[in-house]
């Protein structure tokens, strides 16, 4: 019974859209990587801009579809915006940091190791997200107009 309960807490529209998204995001990155590698671009330039790329992809779906955050007034696109990257930043350091742990310190199968930091690492981002970026504000500036 405890268990359906925090199962049916935690599978709501939010969070099940938040994975799809996630899923989608991350093949957006692979893409991205792929045709760059092969249209000869070097592997580092190729992360990079994928990384850029699945970011943005991420930061517009979040917005709209998962977190449901409409106001598109440029200052509140510009915070929300900055505040999302900062995070992924954030969630990228504690990524290298995680498997550096796990791998090189512990000498943890790197395989497994990324399985577990990349669970961390979603939970992670879904918290900066709905804490930090696209919190629910109680006044709604469309309304004060």
């Not at 550096?100 to 790197?110: Q, Y």
Request: charged share 20%; glycine share 4%.
């Amino acid at each position: 019974m405890m268990i359906k309960k925090i199962w049916d807490r935690l599978m709501n529209r939010e969070v099940i859209s938040y994975l799809i998204f996630g899923v989608l995001t991350t093949a957006v990155n692979w893409v991205v990587y792929s045709l760059m590698v092969k249209s000869g671009t070097d592997y580092r330039i190729a992360t990079a801009v994928a990384w850029a790329v699945s970011v943005l992809f991420a930061f517009l779906v979040n917005k709209i579809f998962v977190f449901q955050s409409y106001d598109l007034h440029p200052g509140i696109i510009a915070k929300e915006a900055v505040s999302f990257t900062a995070c992924r930043i954030l969630s990228g350091i504690m990524e290298m940091v995680f498997m550096v742990i796990m791998v090189s310190w512990l000498s943890w199968n790197e395989y497994g190791s990324k399985v577990l930091v990349s669970v961390v690492v979603v939970i992670a981002n879904y918290v900066f997200s709905k804490l930090f970026i696209f919190r629910k504000h109680e006044k709604d500036p469309c309304k004060e107009r």
